[in-house]
Structure formats: structure tokens, C-alpha cells
T-cell receptor, first 114, second 116 residues
Framework: AQSVAQPEDQVNVAEGNPLTVKCTYS??????LFWYVQYPNRGLQFLLK??????LVKGSYGFEAEFNKSQTSFHLKKPSALVSDSALYFC????????????FGPGTRLSVLP | EAQVTQNPRYLITVTGKKLTVTCSQN?????MSWYRQDPGLGLRQIYY???????DKGDVPEGYKVSRKEKRNFPLILESPSPNQTSLYFC???????????????FGSGTRLTVV
């Protein structure tokens, strides 16, 4: 069975500084990895995904994530944080390219301080 | 606008009173799913549907029912709600597989349910 860990409940970063939100996963086969963002009182929005190919994946709003197979990680990054990036971020994994059984991590709350 | 619409956004009900949360998508997606979100637990899948009349249990199906009579609608039914079903619920839909790649979910805005 697959699982996802987000080791930090909360990440605080100053505006303009780089940010990293960590995610590690466990799957029995090839991982298919996703990041979603949830703004207050909103549903989750898709940010980016890793299916295959380049380990560095670029997504919406200037975010990117790096797939590291040896460390089983898929950390979300952004070179320069904005106050508007403050939200709840979820990492998700699936062990097959099709089918809908995503497993989500517990979420990490990102606060970007002005 | 392509979207997943859930109703109601907020609901307070009493233990044992049957309720239905509706979910509708206008993107002709085949896959639909219900999740509940609880602090520290992330999102947990309740039920999912791979197509019309095809539904299956997720990780936490107890106390819930679903139906998929039409492609666009996927209602969540709580026959006898209990306080432990107080949660934030999300409906989501997804394109069918194209070339082996799934493009991820589109989520509704959520339904905050309180059972007293």
C-alpha cells in the first residue's frame, strides 16, 4: 500500500525567500506524485505532477518539485515566496498511472510573512 | 467554466437525520470521488466511481453511500449521520486515462458538515 508523509505541519518563510515543503512517499511500484494547494475556504487546486521523465517538474504559480527516487522524496519548492502563497499544501501519490486511488499526505500549512 | 459544484457549502444537522450532499461536474469526467478532510489526517477517500453505475469503496466508507446514475452527478448520502462524521467533505472528478497518464483531480469547494 502506498503512503505519504509530510514531516512539517507548518512552514514559515519570509516573503522573497525560497521555500521548500517536504514530502516523502512509499509505494510498491513506480510512484505517480502530485501536489495540490488549498486556499482558505476553497477546494484543492492542482499544482503539478510527476509521472515520468525529468526529475524537476514545473507547475503553476512558479512552483516546482524535484523527484528523488533514492530518497523517495518529492519536495515542493519556489525560489521566491509571496504572501499570497500562504495556504495548505498536500502531497499525493498513486502507484499506477490510471485509477483514482490517490493517497494524500496530512498537509503542510505554509505561512509567508511580509 | 469547468468546475465541480458541491451543495450545500455548510450544513448543521442532528444525529440520525438522513442527508445528501450533491456533487456535479460539467467536464464530462468519467472518474469521481468523495474525500473527507480532518485535521492531521489529510484527505481520506470515502467512495469513488470509475463510470456510470460503477462505484467502489475507498479507505473510510463506513456510514456513507453513493450513487452514480448519471455521468455528471455523484451524490454522497449519509443515512444516519453521527457526530464522528463531522468533517469537511470534498468531491473531485478527473479525466479518463489518456495514453496512460492521469491528469489529476478537479476539486469542488467543499462542504463543511457538523453533526450534533
Amino acid at each position: 500500500a502506498q503512503s505519504v508523509a509530510q514531516p512539517e505541519d507548518q512552514v514559515n518563510v519570509a516573503e522573497g525567500n525560497p521555500l521548500t515543503v517536504k514530502c516523502t512517499y512509499s509505494v510498491s511500484g513506480n510512484p505517480y506524485l502530485f501536489w495540490y494547494v488549498q486556499y482558505p475556504n476553497r477546494g484543492l487546486q492542482f499544482l503539478l505532477k510527476y509521472i515520468t521523465g525529468d526529475n524537476l517538474v514545473k507547475g503553476s504559480y512558479g512552483f516546482e518539485a524535484e523527484f528523488n527516487k533514492s530518497q523517495t522524496s518529492f519536495h515542493l519548492k519556489k525560489p521566491s515566496a509571496l504572501v499570497s502563497d500562504s495556504a495548505l499544501y498536500f502531497c499525493a501519490v498513486r502507484d499506477r498511472p490510471y485509477g483514482q486511488n490517490f493517497v494524500f499526505g496530512p498537509g503542510t500549512r505554509l505561512s509567508v510573512l511580509p | 467554466e469547468a468546475q465541480v459544484t458541491q451543495n450545500p457549502r455548510y450544513l448543521i444537522t442532528v444525529t440520525g437525520k438522513k442527508l445528501t450532499v450533491t456533487c456535479s461536474q460539467n467536464m464530462n469526467h468519467e472518474y469521481m470521488s468523495w474525500y473527507r478532510q480532518d485535521p492531521g489526517l489529510g484527505l481520506r477517500q470515502i467512495y469513488y466511481s470509475m463510470n456510470v453505475e460503477v462505484t467502489d469503496k475507498g479507505d473510510v466508507p463506513e456510514g456513507y453511500k453513493v450513487s452514480r446514475k448519471e455521468k455528471r452527478n455523484f451524490p454522497l448520502i449519509l443515512e444516519s449521520p453521527s457526530p464522528n462524521q463531522t468533517s469537511l467533505y470534498f468531491c473531485a472528478s478527473s479525466l479518463s486515462v489518456v495514453g496512460g497518464v492521469n491528469y489529476g483531480y478537479t476539486f469542488g469547494s467543499g462542504t463543511r458538515l457538523t453533526v450534533v
